[in-house]
């Protein structure tokens, strides 16, 4: 299996524009998670989806950040407008149960 | 009460050495502690978990040690190598959901 695949893995955008970051979960996993981490606030989970239904969003920042599956091998992450305060790597991860396994993550900086 | 607290922030060990990482919990739901290991420019990898119901796990060079009523857990890396140099994270949860909640993480260097 290739794991998760999360693209892309950079992305550098100014300001106020639209960043969308895609996952591809292992085929067979049921839950899907988004996570964000920086230095200063760690490893922050920002919504799950399970069978592609969301959970848990209490994690979202702010209504900036909205998130999709839909289909059980496809999820987006969408920031809109971006700031330069959503640099940050993000990571997606899928679970068949309880061991959660994470994709390499897309780097975000926004100038 | 959902909090994973984490010690040290970072740790600098001798090759050959002994590295000990401490978690506690408030939250007596939880039911399941995986350790986590996360290398540069890398998503976090499952390194070894462990359930209430023993006190200590061992896989190779990583043990899981457990103490329910003390509410902690920690991770030892027995004759620590460089490439174990990496930050390290508990988590926990209970059994009635998939999330994790994590620690604030470990960085690791062990030194040659």
């Known amino acids: 299996d290739a794991g998760v695949i999360q693209s892309p893995r950079h992305e550098v955008t100014e300001m106020g524009q639209e960043v969308t970051l895609r996952c591809k979960p292992i085929?067979?996993?049921?839950?899907l998670f988004w996570y964000r981490q920086t230095m200063m606030r760690g490893l922050e989970l920002l919504i799950y989806?399970?069978?592609?239904?969301?959970?848990?969003d209490s994690g979202m920042p702010e209504d900036r950040f909205s998130a999709k599956m839909p289909n059980a091998s496809f999820s987006t992450l969408k920031i809109q407008p971006s700031e330069p305060r959503d640099s940050a790597v993000y990571f997606c991860?899928?679970?068949?149960?309880?061991?959660?396994?994470f994709g390499p993550g897309t780097r975000l900086t926004v100038t | 009460q959902q909090q994973v607290k984490q010690s040290p922030q970072s740790l600098i060990v001798q090759k050959g050495g002994i590295s000990i990482i401490n978690c506690a919990y408030e939250?007596?739901?939880?039911?399941?502690f995986p350790w986590y290991q996360q290398f540069p420019g890398k998503g976090p990898a499952l390194l070894i978990a462990i359930r209430p119901d023993v006190s200590e796990k061992k896989e190779g060079r990583f043990t899981i040690s457990f103490n329910k009523s003390a509410k902690q857990f920690s991770l030892h890396i027995m004759d620590s190598q460089p490439g174990d140099s990496a930050t390290y994270f508990c988590?926990?949860?209970?059994?009635?959901?998939?999330?994790?909640?994590f620690g604030t993480g470990t960085r690791l260097q062990v030194f040659p």
């Open positions: 085929s067979g996993h049921n839950s």
């Open positions: 991860a899928s679970s068949p149960a309880l061991e959660q396994y």
């Open positions: 939250n007596t739901a939880f039911d399941y």
């Open positions: 988590a926990a949860s209970t059994g009635n959901t998939d999330k994790l909640i």
């Open positions: 989806f399970n069978n592609n239904v969301p959970i848990d």
